[in-house]
C-alpha cells in the first residue's frame, strides 16, 4: 500500500506544482487479492477542467506497481477543511505566479535533456514553429545560458533585446518572429552579447538570475504557450524555474541509446523532485530514412521505451534523423526539409491534443483565488 503512495505522489497538479497526496487530493487507495486498485481522489469541483489530466496520470503511474491488473478511480468533492487547505496551497502559487506576465492559462512546457547532444534545441526550435503554424502565439526562452543556440536556429543572430517603460514597469520585448497565421516571441542570452562565440563565465546565481528576469522581466502577455529550452542536465536553472514556474510541465528528449536514456531518467527524476509534471519523452534521431526503404538504426533502439516506460510517461513520439535536423548549422528552422516539417506538424498536433492540451482554468483553485483577492484590493 506504501508503494501506491509513493507513486501516487509522482502526479502532480500542474495548476498548484505540487503532488495530489500532500495536496489531500487523494483520499484512499485499496487492493484486492485479484490486483484491482480502487483510488479515490477529491477535486474542488468535479468539473474540474483537470479532471482528465490528473485521473489519466493516476491510473498510469498506479499500473506501473507489481501485482496491479487493473486501476479504478472514484472522483469525489472535496469537504471544507480539505478545500481549505487546499485553497492555501493555491493562494501561494497565486502569489508566485503574479511575478511575470505569463498568462494563467498558458501552458509553460520545458524540454529539457540528462545530456547534451541529443537535439534539445533543434527539437524545441522546430516544436515552436510547428506550433506557430497552427495559429498559435508561441513563446521561446532560452535558458541554455551558457550554451544558447536559438538565434543561430532561427537566423536571427543581429537580434537585439530592448526594454521599454519607466523604472518602476520597465519590461523586455521579445524578438517576433511570425510564421503562418501564428508568431514566436524569442528571448536569448544570445540576444544580449556582443560576440555569440565569447564564454559565458557565471555562476550559479548569475544563473539563476538571468532565468528570474527572462520569466519575470519579458512581456509575455498574450501567449498560448511558453516553450523553455533548458540547459542540459540538472542544474541550477533547472532548479530555478521550478521555484520560479512551479506549473511547468516538462518534456525529456533522448536519442535511442539506453545509455542516453539512463542519463535523461535524472532529468525526469529532478522533475519529480521540484514537483514539476512529467509530460512525456520524445526520441530523436530515432533512426535514418535513406529515401530508398532502408531504416538504419545509426544510435541504436530502445532509448526512449526504456525512459518512458522508467518514468511511467508516455513515449509522445520518435524523431528521425534527417540532414536539416541534425547539429547546428544555419539556419534550421526555415531550412528544414517536408519531411521534417511534416514531423514536427505531428508532434505539435500530439502536443497541443493530447499531452498538454490548453484548457479553460477559469473555475479552478488557484483562478479563484487570484480573482478574489484581486478583487478585495490584495
Known sequence: MESLFELAKTVIDPELGQNIVDLGMLTSITISDAGEVNARVALTTVSCPLRGQITDDLRR??????????????????????????MAIARKSAQVQDNTSIPLQTKIIAIASGKGG?????????????????????????????????PAMFDIKDARLEASGTSSTWSISPYIAKFGEGEIRIVSMGMLTDNDEGAIMWRGLMLSRAVQHFLEDVDWSGIDYLLIDMPPGTGDVAMALARLAPRTEVVVVTTPSTAAAKVASRMGDMARKGHLRLVGVIENMSYFDCGHGEIFNLFGTGGGEELAAGLGIPLIMKLPLTPPNRAESGSIVTGSTTSVSESFADLAERICTDYAPLISMTGCSTRMVSAIEELLGK
Open 61 to 86: 503511474h498506479l499500473a506501473r506497481a507489481p501485482g496491479v491488473e487493473s486501476v479504478e478511480i472514484e472522483i469525489s468533492t472535496m469537504d471544507p477543511a480539505a478545500k481549505a487547505n487546499l
Open 118 to 150: 541529443v537535439g534539445k534545441s533543434t527539437v524545441t526550435a522546430l516544436l515552436a514553429r510547428a506550433m506557430a503554424a497552427r495559429g498559435l502565439k508561441i513563446g521561446l526562452l532560452d535558458a541554455d545560458i551558457w550554451g544558447f543556440s536559438i
